[in-house]
């Protein structure tokens, strides 16, 4: 008797299982580290009002039943990426994952993502990709083969305030760009002659300031020196460079010896909002950063939001030490990242998750993303477009700097040389180790952290 | 002299009593007042026209009411696993004598920091997916519950020895069942001590980010400790009105268990705790 | 009388050891395996490395740094701020009534159990460096506006988790206070003694064993304590990297389990010398 209620259970539920996967819809996931009105809320609130309804009405079309779910958990950036790890390890989670271009390297290496062809095998017919920006598509590339999409990228320049120019009878103000770092000094002690009140320049430093100190600060520099900090043709990090070195005393210049700079504020903590919040009162002069700095921070209604903006703050070109002295015999530089999507190999749904990817990634999708999150567009004919062409600061960096433009190398050990790279800037601004010593630091953790055998003098 | 001498002591001592009071009182302060604030800032102000309308801001967040539920589930779950397990485990090492019993639980307790610190996140995860628990609510309380329970024996049995074992002499004699001595004398004789662990898991748990953050996914289980993050802007700084606001709101459970938790036992280490 | 056999006893403790068993010895010994190995999320395959983490972290000056900050932590706020600082207030408490009572007692528990994202906010709210009250109360002594978490990290967060704990140590003492009989305390009254006498021959002996247990509980959370990162992320620069702010940016950040595991038995270790320690002058002192 009792055998045969249990027999009957059984039967029912796996009656009720099988039954339900046949009739129910697929279903699909898409992740990302915020929630609706709060962190990265426009991007979310596209994923769940515009993406879902016109991918699931595609699919639709082609007679599939998809439901789209959007996954919001906002916290935390270390957090997010510490959960879609585990995830994947544990081969499990979201389909397609909001993913940051500078983890691809480790991710891939650590055989945690598959390339494109595993999804779809014709994935190189798309006939999307004729319309990629072909720099930008490889950003999401490791080792010749494609593992995701970039969302849009960014490039760097310092945001100059013209108002303090103005008041400070700095030459040209309203159209002002340095040609060497001498150039860019000499502006900086014309500032801090004038207006005493005024930090004249920030460049940033310092591990609070995390991975923005490696982008916009360190390399703004040593790009400008004419370095990196990985040689491509030998296959090795670079632990100590004449060009590492003049970075290094540039930090000190402007820091230590100069004072042009608040380097107590570039390791405070919170040190980058208590950035924008001087920069937004008019007490910071001049601040190396990234387009989101103008499109999110200072745009005027947001949080550090600049009323007149479009008037009151000008942008110029980071220029090389001298000219042609920086990278590629350039006489300016800049350096792009930014965040993409990229499918999890834990995937139900190969197919679809690359039906999605291709939906997302249609001119169509990335002109709605275009107007949430600006940036430099993946695609040439989202770049051509109106909402580009009509806004004059974006239709005129990206002919200025694209070409000057470079990406961080992707290597598993990047993030580790970075952090490397943040405590050795944060040493020197503070005036805790001359250049010298900071670098020789640097080289022996480095070296530490990559092995002997593929690090490098220059 | 001496008079002199004892007035000025006694001053001296009001002042210590006043400037330890204004420590403890200050930094508390913020989260009283801004709430009520029409523009709420970092800056202490005291609302002159109290307003609500932070509150009703708030509760439109479903995700975030919602998660308080949950943390009532995992918080009073942990609790009540602990409290029942623990006393038993105290109430058997406080009444039979074994060797090196205080090093062995010494030793727990110095394990517990391990678990329920940061290293063996990734280990518990997957021993919690080998068994099917991620994303479940008892899963949480179970690795919660194994990080406290050293402690907690730990605590009671100091507690347990307080108790003289006349009364349950007597018990044996008239032919009461263990289970029924230790459910009829030392779980009620007991009862200020599993009070001050009750309330000690309980906080422990409805603050703690990284176990639910790490072992649930759903968003619909997601605890108060989680969802705080929802009030954040767009580049993930906090909105000081809706964040103190709901920081209010997540703060005032624990103090009602507390405030309930003195009124009705008495939360003291009574008569326990002799090392 | 035997109240309970050790058969019987058994039954009691097996449901509690289970659960013990499963979720923490059986990760812990886990941890303990990872220590040995390079083991990383983001590494494909795991390497037996044998004591590699070990000579790893010894050379590493920033462990060191860490460890040390680490006993600053412990000293300042676990035995002065937490132990001391507890044991003060318990005395207060009992020579105090009324509202002032009823305050500082209220206040101090109410630092114990606010949860402690939200204990962040408020100190940070506490501390600004613009708009914060302890600046504005400095301002009213003359003093100049002080970015305390920049310019005193080490000191911030040691005041902050006495603020944060004592209440904890405060409560235990109290109901320890309550087992020295008050007669004692109004004979020594009566033959003059000094309030100092009276604390190290009457209340000092009566207390040494809650001492002593308070000592290693609180030291024991204290070393392990992560919370001090909601204030300041370890920073500036790694001006309060504590040990186990060093293991979390190790193994979260850098994705280094088998490092992070290792510095883990390392704060084991330490931890277990402490109470070896304490266990023995506790035994010391009663011989």
């Known amino acids: 008797m009792k055998r045969n209620k249990k027999m009957i259970i059984v039967l029912t539920v796996v009656f009720l299982l099988t039954f339900s996967f046949v009739s129910s819809a697929t279903t699909l996931e898409i992740i990302a580290n915020g929630t609706e009105g709060g962190k990265n809320g426009p991007i979310i609130e596209f994923y769940k009002y515009t993406l879902k309804p016109a991918f699931e009405d595609y699919m639709k079309d082609q007679g599939k039943d998809v439901t789209l779910e959007v996954i919001e958990t906002a916290v935390p950036d270390a957090d997010y990426k510490t959960r879609i790890t585990l995830d994947m390890r544990a081969g499990r989670g979201p389909d397609v994952i909001s993913f940051d271009q500078f983890w691809l390297a480790s991710f891939v290496e650590a055989g945690l993502l598959e390339p494109l062809e595993y999804y779809s095998s014709d994935y190189s017919n798309w006939e999307g990709w004729n319309n990629f920006n072909e720099g930008v598509k490889n950003m999401m590339a490791f080792n010749d083969k494609m593992y995701g999409f970039m969302k849009n990228t960014d490039l760097r320049m310092i945001y100059y305030n013209k108002e303090i120019f103005r008041k400070a009878n700095v030459k040209k103000w309203w159209a002002w760009q340095p040609e060497s770092w001498e150039d860019l000094l000499n502006t900086a002690r014309k500032i801090k002659e004038e207006m005493p009140d005024v930090t004249p320049l920030q460049l940033n430093a310092g591990e609070q300031m995390g991975e923005a100190t490696t982008m916009q600060g360190f390399y703004m520099a040593l790009l400008g020196a004419g370095g990196r900090l990985y040689d491509q043709s030998a296959g090795k990090w670079v632990v100590k460079s004449n060009a590492l070195l003049d970075t290094l005393e540039l930090y000190e210049t402007i820091y230590v010896d100069e004072k042009l700079g608040d380097g107590n504020l570039q390791v405070s903590l919170n040190a980058r909002d208590k950035t924008f919040e001087q920069y937004k009162n008019n007490e910071i002069a001049m601040l190396v950063e990234g387009i989101w700095f103008w499109t999110s921070v200072i745009k005027p209604d947001a949080a550090w939001g600049i009323k007149h903006r479009d008037s009151k703050i000008g942008w110029a070109a980071m220029p090389a030490q001298e000219p042609k002295a920086g990278i590629n015999e350039q006489d300016y530089v800049s350096i792009s990242g930014g965040t993409g999507w990229v499918p999890s190999p834990s995937t139900d749904n190969r197919e679809l998750t690359w039906e999605l990817l291709k939906f997302l990634n249609s001119k169509e999708m990335k002109l709605e993303i275009l107007e949430i999150n600006p940036g430099i567009p993946a695609r040439n004919d989202v770049a051509e477009s109106d909402m580009i062409q009509s806004d004059p600061y974006m239709a005129n960096i990206a002919p200025a700097l694209s070409e000057n433009t470079t990406a961080r190398p992707g290597f598993s050990e990047y993030e580790q040389v970075s952090r490397q790279v943040q405590i050795m800037t944060g040493e020197v601004v503070t005036g805790n180790l001359t250049p010298e010593e900071a670098l020789d630091k640097y080289a022996q953790e480095v070296t530490r952290i990559v092995g002997e055998d593929k690090v490098m003098e220059k | ?275 | 009388m035997k109240i309970l056999s050790k058969r019987k006893a058994i039954f009691f403790v097996l449901p509690g050891l289970a659960l013990i068993f499963v979720f923490l010895i059986f990760p812990a010994i886990w941890s303990l395996f990872l220590s040995l190995t390079n083991y990383s999320l983001l590494q494909d395959s795991l390497e037996f490395v044998g004591l590699d983490n070990f000579f790893r972290m010894f050379t590493d000056s920033r462990f060191w740094h860490s460890l040390n900050l680490t006993f600053q932590f412990v000293l300042g706020s676990a035995v002065i701020g937490q132990v001391a600082l507890g044991l003060l207030l318990a005395i207060i408490l009992r020579n105090t009534q009324g509202i002032m009572k009823k305050l500082l007692n209220g206040f101090a528990v109410a630092s114990w159990i606010i949860p402690s994202v939200v204990v962040a906010y408020l100190w940070g709210a506490f501390l600004d460096v613009d708009y914060g009250l302890l600046n504005r109360i400095v301002g009213l002594v003359g003093m100049n506006s002080k970015d305390w978490l920049t310019q005193y990290p080490m000191p911030v967060i040691i005041i902050w988790n006495s603020w944060r704990g004592a209440a904890f140590s405060m409560m235990l003492f109290t109901s320890a206070l309550q087992t020295v009989p008050p007669s004692y305390l109004e004979t020594a009254d009566v033959i003059g003694a000094s309030f100092w006498d009276k604390f190290k021959d009457i209340l000092l002996p009566s207390l040494k064993n809650y001492i002593g247990t308070d000592l290693i509980l609180i030291t024991l959370w204290t070393f392990n304590l992560f919370t001090p990162f909601l204030l300041t992320k370890g920073g500036p620069a790694n001006a309060t990297e504590i040990l186990p702010i060093y293991t979390y940016n190790e193994a979260f950040k850098y994705m280094r389990f088998g490092y992070g595991s290792a510095v883990s038995v390392v704060m084991l270790l330490i931890n277990l010398i402490f109470a070896l320690f304490y266990f023995r002058s506790m035994k010391g002192g009663n011989g």
């Open chain 2, 1 to 275: 002299m001496r008079e002199v001498k004892k007035v000025i002591l006694r001053l001296l001592y009001n002042l210590l009593v006043v400037v330890l009071s204004a420590f403890f009182v200050l930094p508390i302060l913020w989260l009283i007042f801004t709430p009520f604030n029409e523009n709420p800032t970092l800056a202490l102000q005291f609302p002159l026209n109290p307003t609500l309308e932070n509150f009703s801001k708030v509760i439109e967040n479903d995700y975030a009411i919602a998660a308080f539920k949950n943390s009532l589930i995992q918080s009073f779950g942990a609790t009540f696993l602990v409290l029942f397990l623990a006393s038993l485990a105290a109430y058997a090492f406080s009444r039979v004598e074994l060797p090196g019993k205080n090093i062995i639980m010494y030793i727990l307790v110095l394990f517990s920091s391990i678990v329920t610190g940061i290293a063996a996140m990734v280990p518990l995860f997957f021993l919690l997916l080998r068994v099917g628990l991620i994303d479940t609510h008892l899963g949480v309380i179970l690795v919660f519950s194994g990080g406290f329970l050293p402690t907690a024996v730990f605590l009671l049995k100091d507690f347990v020895d307080s108790i003289s074992t006349s009364y349950e002499e007597s018990a044996i004699i008239s032919g009461a069942s263990k289970f029924q001595i230790f459910k009829d004398i030392i779980f009620p004789l007991s009862r200020p001590g599993m009070v001050v662990i009750g309330v000690y898991t309980f906080v422990q748990v409805w603050s703690n980010f990284l176990i639910p953050f790490l072992f649930l996914r759903s968003e619909g289980k997601m605890p108060a400790s989680v969802a705080i993050y929802s009030f954040t802007n767009q580049v993930g700084m906090p909105k000081i009105d809706l964040i103190s606001t709901y920081s209010l709101l997540y703060t005032i459970p624990v103090i009602a268990l507390y405030l309930f938790a003195n009124k009705k036992y008495g939360f003291r280490f009574y008569g326990g705790l002799k090392g």
